[in-house]
């Protein structure tokens, strides 16, 4: 009898810890792998309404308004002096529906955190792991002052900062990604199209959202860089000459999207530097454990 007890006692702790383990991986599988639920509209068509009435039937519908300014590629107080605006037919999804860049990229799985901006399109985008995390509209450099392309680290931050340009730009939630060109992204106003001086505007909100998110980088001493911050790529150029791109989703609602082989195409010649520098900041994270 007592060989009976104890070999069910030790069934029962087999069990009692396969079990936990289970728990234990399942819960780190959601946690390395995070499932995203998005609202996905009915249908995505474009068409054109006058800005006062529109505003005067919706102005109280803070997700409605959220949307409209994303696809204008601006703010509530540029929206307002607009004569006419694009608008959703079915405005019941989420933003990113209505904006350029693709849910998933199976070609950034290895990576933990990278941003895009798209010049074309004036959008931006935060992946993790190849998921969209966040994504809203931008105002880059303008003719005379173009944001400079390709691959860049987010470096320091600071909530609020003078401009090295003019002393009278006040900006929020500022986060360097060049530091000897003054480049970074912040919260200033938005026009429609690009037009600061190489800086990339952002809203308020999505300002302050990357501002948390994205890594700063790690310095050794005050000339060296230890470690580096969150990738951010910056690509395409802007038909300065040409009426505003997303005027063409009246006609076309999908001749802005940007495909994931697009995102492959602009990361691809910087991958490896990507992933050099996230195996640094992993490896400094896990010494300081």
Request: hydrophobic share 35%.
């Amino acid at each position: 009898m007592k060989k009976l007890t104890l070999l069910f006692n030790i069934s029962v702790m087999i069990l009692f810890v396969s079990c936990k383990q289970q728990a234990q991986t399942e819960v780190e599988t959601v946690e390395s792998d995070p499932i995203i639920k998005r609202v996905e509209p009915k249908s995505v068509s474009y068409h054109l309404e006058n800005t006062k009435q529109w505003l005067a039937a919706h102005d109280k519908d803070a997700k409605m308004l959220r949307i409209a300014y994303a696809i204008n590629r601006t703010d509530a107080t540029n929206l307002k002096q607009r004569d006419s605006i694009i608008i959703p037919g079915d405005m019941s999804g989420d933003v990113e529906f209505y904006l350029p860049f693709p849910m998933t990229v199976s070609y950034l799985k290895d990576v933990k955190k990278i941003i895009f901006f798209s010049y074309p399109t004036q959008t931006f985008a935060a992946y993790e792991k190849g998921q969209l995390i966040y994504a809203g509209p931008t105002n880059m450099g303008s003719e005379k002052h173009k944001t400079p392309t390709g691959l860049f680290f987010t470096n320091w931050k600071a909530e609020e900062t003078t401009s090295t340009f003019d002393d009278e730009w006040d900006l929020r939630w500022n986060f360097n990604v060049e530091n000897k060109l003054g480049v970074g992204w912040h919260q200033y106003s938005l026009p429609g199209y690009p037009a600061s001086h190489s800086c990339l505007r952002l809203q308020e909100t999505d300002a302050k959202y990357l501002y948390d998110w994205a890594d700063e980088w790690q310095l050794a001493d005050p000339e060296t860089v230890k470690v580096k911050g969150t990738p951010v790529i910056v690509f395409g150029s802007y038909d300065f000459g040409a009426p505003r791109p997303w005027l063409q989703l009246v006609t076309d609602p999908k001749v802005l999207a940007i495909s994931e082989s697009e995102i492959e195409k602009q990361t691809s010649p910087f991958l490896s530097d990507i992933l050099k520098e996230q195996k640094n900041r992993d490896a400094t994270q896990s010494t300081k454990k």
